[in-house]
């Protein structure tokens, strides 16, 4: 048996080193490479570009919401089509409201959770060469940039982009004519996220099936770091919920260029126009949405929290706290987030006891949260906390995923969302418990991660003073739209002028606005930061952060194949920090066991440890 | 058969990537700013109901719905207080010291079983308190209720009152025309009085209103935040729903669903007045 597995690696180890033979051409290297690792870098700095666009788009639209009706001549003269006389038309509003939603959701989000740490760290942690399907994972890649230019392309069509929000609903979305944008715009929108979902859905199982094959010898299950176990949901959740998406958005192109009526009621008059449809409910669409548009808000936050568990554990120095129920409590929301959907339409007029219903769910799902959340605190307490950026965005994620997390049980409660629907309380939540808390997962990785990627550490000061101004910046910026909310302010208004009980709240958008300039300004002290390291960081050594799981020990950054020496095998769980008795204050996971024999007979593993099978 | 090169075996980087950031000022630091932001957020709060805060509540369920939001905030807003401060408290106090090293702890049944069972407790709590108001706002609207038809469409509120008959006459899309903007039926002697009126609904006060929303083009949503009354207008549905008004006055009809690039501007006005007043108004109204 022993024999048969050495020769097996032997083998292995002989085909990685004629592969690595004649060295790829560049193109083959960087560009269409099956290498996960590449591949991963790809989505990453793919997702980073559009984060800065999405952001622009932001600042545009806080801008107006604090000024509304001012003149910016710039603006005006860098965007003619989008401004008459410099001040911002509302079609134009709308659609940098859509887009900047699809984007930061879908194509930043999702992208540099699931595609970008997925790629990179489901292979290396599991002490893998590369993923299951490394061509399909290429392609699934190639399709995100296809995507996005289909995306963008929609500004400048006849009509320009979209304006029917990031939700997209019928029959706003369906009839050409109800809305600027619901032309040409709205088509290329569908196709452009019928291109994305089908790239998760390679991503997905691609994931699923390199952690259920490919695992080093000795990786059980209950020895996957969090990081995997996280992502794996993640991906368990994007395959049996994006194809629900994908089908919706092509019922939608039916309805719109067909002539069925899959969201479309009978006497529908747009505009004075009747149109000829009938038998669909515009409410399909939105149980279609949401019942991926919830599981997606968790396979965003999801892979977040298993990034922080990772990097609360390494820079704490302590184990995570509760591991069997960190696992049980990532597959509890996984599957209840599907159960869960229509808290979203609360106020669409659905029965009584229905609304009663997804209340339970929706409140049951707190539960599991609430577990992460005192397991995050517990493995701190009596911890020895290096504060490096990494731990701050880790710390800035468990501060603020409390924040957000706490008011969906005000909106899950329907007497309360009647009232606080659609309104800025609604935006607060999602912005701090999806927008922040998920973008400190992904800082708190790529600070932590960023060594491994490229062999050089990031700059520590300019990496503090980043999380300084970007935690203190989301606070100032989301935390206050609560009140905006309070007062009844509904979102994706154009200006809040309009209304006279809004009138009051001038200052506070005006406060709101300053604040998410900063927070935008302060980004580019990552920008910067990131590409300077890249080319100016430290060396970064196999294993800066003395970390235990496998991919610290594989060379930084790892050839292509991953291991320059024998595959790792694994002996223990991937959380032993500060083991008494053992010579450092970690043992990584390939350490055998009588490596760290314990004088006092205190536990060695770990309850979750043991045992090489599971 | 073990790779003899260990990680744990690596000599330490070239440069020292947290030489400060070990030391306990750091903590210091952070966790000073995470209770300081906690602290932010209630004392802002505080200050923020002053201002910027629910409109004073102007219908009989809307009272039931603000002790049901007070009541959850005042749980929620407990727990984020504990569990910040904790936080900060942890981080503040746990930062590395040379020489020494975290407990190696991390499993114990009890308090995790703690810290499930709690949790679930309270939102049984929540969960019930919320399900009872739930029911109570939609329970059956009384016979005697004072009724009306909202339409919504891009971008304004068509109201109808049945007139003197209190029927409604029949209505077809197929009719709608300029002139006759909710397609009513000329043959339908039960039409002939109807009055319908744009962004004008009027209703009596301390008498329970209901309301058949409907929507002619895309979704809208009728708000009136007053009243602590949200209810969305579906194309293909009539949607009934009733409150009973207790202060007279003027209010705002705000579109809460996004419907298209006016969205922002659909504003209706809901006047309550007394009921003679109404009467008297509506009587007018019928010439
Ligand atoms: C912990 C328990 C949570 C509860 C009880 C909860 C509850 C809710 C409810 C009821 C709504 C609907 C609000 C409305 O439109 O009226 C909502 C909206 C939303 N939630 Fe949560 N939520 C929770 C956590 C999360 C998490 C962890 C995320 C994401 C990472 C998230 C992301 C969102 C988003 C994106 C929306 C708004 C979608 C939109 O309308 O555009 N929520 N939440
Ligand atoms: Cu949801
Ligand atoms: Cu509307």
């Known amino acids: ?79 003619p089509d989008a401004f008459r006389d410099g001040v911002m038309r509302p079609d134009f509003y709308y659609a940098l409201v859509t887009m900047h ?14 595609g970008g740490f997925g790629n990179y760290l489901i292979p290396l942690q599991i002490g893998a060469g590369d993923m299951a399907f490394p061509v399909l994972n290429m392609v699934s890649y190639w399709l995100v940039p ?112 067909f002539g069925t009526s899959f969201f479309l009621p009978e006497g529908l008059v747009v505009g004075g126009r009747a149109l000829e449809v009938s038998g669909g409910d515009p409410l399909l669409w939105q149980h279609l949405f949401w019942f991926l548009g919830h599981p ?18 390494t820079h704490a120095r302590k184990p995570v706290f509760g591991y069997r129920f960190m696992v049980g409590s990532l597959m509890a929301i996984a599957f209840l987030s599907f159960l869960v959907w229509g808290h979203h339409m609360f106020t669409s007029g659905m029965h009584p006891l229905l609304g009663t219903a997804f209340m339970t769910t929706t409140l049951i799902i707190a539960v599991p949260s609430a577990v992460k959340t005192f397991n995050w ?11 490096t950026s990494a731990m701050l965005f880790a710390i800035g994620f468990v501060s603020l995923f409390v924040t957000g997390g706490l008011t969906g049980m005000v909106l899950g409660s329907p007497a309360a969302n009647t009232y606080f629907h659609d309104t800025y309380f609604v935006v607060a939540h999602f912005h701090l418990v999806m927008g922040s808390a998920a973008l400190f997962g992904v800082f708190a ?57 809004l009138q009051q709240l001038e200052p506070l958008n005006v406060a709101i606005t300053a604040s998410a300039l900063g927070l935008g300004l302060a980004q580019f002290l990552f920008v910067y930061n990131f590409g300077y390291s890249l080319f100016r960081g430290a060396r970064a050594g196999r294993n800066p952060w003395q970390a235990t799981t496998l991919e610290w020990y594989a060379p930084s950054p790892p050839p292509h194949g991953n291991w320059d020496e024998a595959p790792p095998v694994v002996h223990r769980w991937p959380y032993d920090y500060s083991l008494p008795g053992a010579g450092e204050d970690f043992v990584p996971q390939t350490a055998p066991e009588p490596a760290v024999v314990l004088a006092g007979g205190a536990p060695a593993g770990g309850a979750a440890g043991g045992g090489e099978g599971a | 058969m073990q790779a003899e090169t260990r990680p ?38 505080l200050l923020a109901t002053g201002r910027w805060w629910l409109p004073p509540v102007a219908s009989a369920h809307g009272a039931e719905i603000d002790r049901l939001f007070y009541t959850i905030l005042v749980i929620i807003g407990t727990v984020f207080l504990l569990v910040q401060l904790t936080l900060a408290y942890f981080v503040l106090r746990f930062g590395s010291r040379p020489g020494t090293r975290a407990l190696h702890w991390h499993d114990n049944r009890r308090l995790e079983l703690l810290w499930t069972i709690i949790p679930a407790v309270i939102l049984v709590a929540l969960t019930t308190m919320g399900g009872l108001v739930w029911a109570r706002i939609h329970t059956a609207p009384p016979p005697d209720a004072f009724t009306v038809e909202v339409t919504a469409e891009q971008f304004g509120w068509w109201v109808r009152y049945p007139g003197p008959d209190g029927v409604f006459g029949r209505t077809g899309p197929g009719l709608i025309t300029r002139q006759n903007p909710l397609g009513l039926d000329p043959g339908d002697p039960l039409g002939g009085d109807d009055v319908v009126l744009l962004n004008d609904l009027r209703v009596p006060v301390e008498r329970p209103v209901r309301v058949f929303l409907r929507a002619k083009d ?13 209810q969305d207008a579906v194309p293909g549905r009539t949607i009934e729903f009733w409150f009973t008004p207790t202060v007279r006055g003027e209010f705002e009809i705000a579109c809460a669903e996004l419907c298209g690039v006016g969205h922002f501007g659909m504003r209706g006005k809901l006047t309550v007045l007394s009921p003679d007043a109404l009467e008297a108004w509506l009587a007018e109204q019928g010439h």
């Open chain 1, 1 to 79: 048996m022993e024999a048969a597995i050495r020769s097996e690696r032997a083998a292995r180890g002989r085909e990685r080193a004629s592969r690595s033979h004649h060295e790829p051409s560049f193109v083959r290297k960087y560009i269409f490479s099956t290498d996960h690792k590449v591949i991963g870098i790809q989505y990453l700095l793919t997702s980073l570009f559009m984060a800065l666009v999405g952001g622009s788009m932001a600042m545009l639209v806080r801008l107006q919401l604090a000024w509304p009706g001012k003149a910016w001549p710039v603006l005006g003269a860098v965007f």
């Open chain 1, 101 to 114: 939603g699809t984007i930061m959701v879908f194509f930043v989000l999702t992208t540099i959770l699931s």
């Open chain 1, 146 to 257: 296809p995507a996005i230019i289909v995306l963008m392309a929609a500004f400048f069509v006849e009509g320009g982009a979209p304006g029917s929000g990031w939700t997209a609903y019928a029959p706003l979305s369906a009839v050409e004519g109800s809305a600027p944008g619901s032309g040409l715009g709205q088509t290329l929108w569908l196709i452009s996220l019928a291109l994305l979902m089908v790239s998760f859905l390679m991503g997905s199982l691609n994931y699923i099936t390199t952690v259920l094959n490919l695992r080093a010898r000795g990786m059980a299950m209950l020895r996957l770091p969090l990081t995997v176990w996280a992502l794996f949901v993640a991906a368990i959740l994007s395959l049996l919920s994006f194809p629900v998406l994908t089908a919706a958005a092509v019922m939608l192109l039916f309805d719109r260029h």
């Open chain 1, 296 to 313: 997606e808000v968790y396979i965003i936050i999801v892979p977040a929290m298993g990034i922080v568990s990772e990097v609360l554990a």
């Open chain 1, 377 to 387: 605190l517990a493995t701190l307490w009596r911890a020895r906390i290096r504060f």
């Open chain 1, 445 to 501: 990785g790529i600070y932590h991660w960023f060594p491994k990627m490229f062999g050089r550490l990031m700059n520590e000061g300019l990496g503090r003073l980043h999380f300084w101004l970007t935690f203190v910046g989301v606070y100032a910026t989301f935390f206050p739209m609560h009140f905006l909310g309070a007062a009844g302010m509904m979102r994706r208004v154009f200006s809040p002028q309009v209304y006279g009980f």
């Open chain 2, 8 to 45: 744990g075996a690596d000599p330490r980087p070239a440069a020292d990537p947290q030489p400060e950031a070990e030391g306990r000022g750091w903590g210091l630091i952070t966790g000073v700013t995470v209770a300081l932001l906690a602290l932010g957020a209630l004392f802002t709060t």
């Open chain 2, 218 to 230: 895309v979704i809208h949503s009728f708000f009136v935040p007053e009243l602590r009354v949200k």
